[in-house]
C-alpha cells in the first residue's frame, strides 16, 4: 500500500518532530535522508517524512531540494503533503518559508494553504495572528538573538508576506473557537475570494485538532509539528489508517553513549549545566578550530579514554554575547560551518570507536552528523520529550539517535534521552 502522507521538513530535527507526532497518533513513519534516488524503494510506512538541510541555505537551493522532494513523493504515491518548518518560524525576510510554499504550490496546482507553526506544548501559540513562546511574543523571546535567523518580528502575516507574492490572511481564535465547520467555511470563503496562505490562530490542542479536521480536503499544508496531530484521525475517517498500537517498535541498540551540543539556545544551555554536573564533559572553541588547531584529534582522544565508563557531553554552544563576538571575527556563516564540521567529524570517530547511542542537540548540528554518518533514514519510535523521538538509523549497523532541536526539553533532557533510547 502507497504511503498516505509526504512531508518536506527544513531540517532535521523538525522531521523527527514531526516524524514523532505522526507515531503518536498512530502513523507508522520512516524519515529518510535527503532527496531519495529517484530509484529508490518506498518504505512500507503510513508516512514518510524527507529531512532536508534547507532552512537557511539560498532560496534557489531551498526550493530547488523541497521540489525535488516532493517529486519523489508524489512518484511514491502520497496522497496530502505536508512542509514543516520550525514552531518559531525560523526564517529572514528573504525566505525560506515563504518561497518553498510558492513553489509547492505551484507543482500542486493548489492556489490555497494554511500556516501554522502553532505547537501548545512546547508552548508555541499563536493569536490575532502573532507568535508566542510561553507568554513572551516571539519578538521578546531568546530567538531575537538567533545567530542565522533573529526573529524580531512576532506577526507571522507580515513575517509570511515579506516572503511571498501570495495574499496573506488570518483565520482568527474566534472562528478557531467556533470548531471545524466554522473553520472549513472560513476557508472556502477565503479560496472563493482568490485564495493564497492563511496564518490560523492556535492556543490548545483541541485548537489544532479542529483546524485538521477542517484540512482533510487540502493538498498541501504548511506549518509545524503540532498541526499534524490531528491528521491521522482524518486518515482513519477516510478509511486509509487502522486503529492504533505498534507504530513507535524499533529494535534495541547497545553501546557507548555520547551527546554532541551544538545549538546555542537558552534551553540546550542549561541541558549542558545539567548534563556536566554530573557527566565528563568539553568544550569546543571555534577560534582554534579556525587557527587550524587539531581539536577534533584532541577531543577524540579525550573521549576514548573516558567513554567506556559512560556518556560523555561534547558542545561547542556557548551564551548568545559570546557567539556574537565570535560571529564578528569569523563571520555568521563561517563560524557555523567550522562548528558543524568539527562536531561531525567527532561523531564519526566516535562511532568508529564503538559509540552506538547519540543525542545530538541543535538542528543544524543534527544535519551535519547525520550526513557525515552517511545515515539514509530512521526508524522512528517512541517520544522522549514533545518534539523528540528515540529513532535507529536503517541500514546493516544501526545505531540509535535522538535528535533535538535547541529550544526543546526540560533540564534533564540529555540523561532522559539516553535512559529512553533503546
Known amino acids: 500500500m502507497a504511503p498516505i502522507l509526504g512531508c518536506i521538513a527544513d531540517d532535521f530535527t523538525g522531521a523527527t518532530d514531526l516524524a514523532n507526532m505522526l507515531v503518536r497518533g498512530g502513523m507508522r ?26 532552512r537557511t541555505n539560498p ?22 503533503f505536508f512542509f514543516k518548518y520550525c514552531s518559531t518560524f525560523d526564517s529572514t525576510d528573504e525566505g525560506n518559508i515563504g518561497p518553498v510554499t510558492d513553489a509547492l504550490m505551484a507543482d500542486l496546482g493548489t492556489d490555497f494553504t494554511v500556516a501554522c507553526p502553532a505547537f501548545p506544548e512546547t508552548g508555541r501559540t ?11 511574543l516571539l519578538s521578546d523571546s531568546p530567538m531575537r538573538n538567533h545567530p542565522l535567523t533573529p526573529m524580531t518580528d512576532s506577526n507571522l502575516v507580515s513575517v509570511l508576506q515579506r516572503q511571498t507574492k501570495k495574499p496573506v490572511k488570518l483565520i482568527q481564535f474566534a472562528t478557531i473557537e467556533d470548531g471545524p465547520e466554522a473553520i472549513s467555511a472560513e476557508i472556502q470563503a477565503l479560496k472563493a475570494s482568490g485564495g493564497g496562505i492563511a496564518v490560523i490562530d492556535a492556543v490548545l ?20 509539528s503540532g498541526i499534524a496531530i490531528g491528521l491521522a484521525e482524518n486518515y482513519r475517517r477516510q478509511g486509509l489508517l487502522g486503529e492504533m ?6 529494535p534495541a541498540i547497545s553501546g557507548h553513549a555520547a551527546v554532541l551540543a551544538g545549538s546555542c539556545s537558552v534551553a540546550t544551555l542549561g541541558q549542558i549545566e545539567r548534563f556536566k554536573a554530573e557527566h565528563p564533559s568539553i568544550g569546543i572553541d571555534p577560534l582554534r578550530l579556525a587557527d587550524g588547531e587539531d581539536v577534533v584529534g584532541e577531543v577524540l582522544d579525550w573521549a576514548r579514554s573516558r567513554i567506556a565508563a559512560g556518556p560523555i ?61 552517511g545515515v539514509s533514514g530512521l526508524r522512528i519510535g517512541a517520544q522522549i520529550d514533545p518534539g523528540v523521538p528515540a529513532t535507529v538509523t ?4 544501526p545505531i540509535a539517535l535522538a535528535l533535538k532541536s535547541g529550544n526543546f526539553g526540560g533540564l534533564d533532557f540529555f540523561a532522559k534521552a539516553l535512559a529512553a533510547m533503546p
Open 126 to 136: 499563536i493569536f490575532k495572528g502573532h507568535l508566542f513562546v510561553g507568554d513572551q
Open 205 to 224: 490542542n483541541k485548537h489544532l485538532f479542529s483546524i485538521d479536521y477542517a484540512l482533510s480536503d487540502l493538498t498541501l499544508i504548511t506549518g509545524g
Open 245 to 250: 498500537g505498534g507504530a513507535d517498535a524499533i
Open 313 to 373: 557531553l561534547v558542545y561547542a554552544s556557548q551564551p548568545a554575547d559570546t557567539v556574537r563576538e565570535i560571529q564578528d571575527r569569523l563571520g555568521r556563516a563561517e563560524a557555523g560551518a567550522l562548528i558543524e564540521e568539527a562536531l561531525a567529524a567527532i561523531a564519526k570517530g566516535l562511532v568508529a570507536a564503538g559509540t552506538r547511542r547519540l543525542v545530538i542537540a541543535g538542528g543544524e548540528t543534527s544535519g551535519a552528523v547525520v550526513s557525515a554518518l
Open 29 to 54: 513513519t520512516v524519515q529518510l535522508i535527503g532527496v531519495p534516488d529517484e530509484n529508490a524503494p518506498v518504505p512500507d510506512a503510513d508516512a514518510i517524512v524527507v529531512a532536508l538541510k534547507s
Open 59 to 80: 532560496v534557489a537551493e531551498a526550493v530547488t531540494q523541497s521540489r525535488a522532494a516532493l517529486q519523489w513523493l508524489r512518484d511514491a504515491g502520497c496522497r496530502q
Open 394 to 397: 536503517i541500514g546493516n549497523e
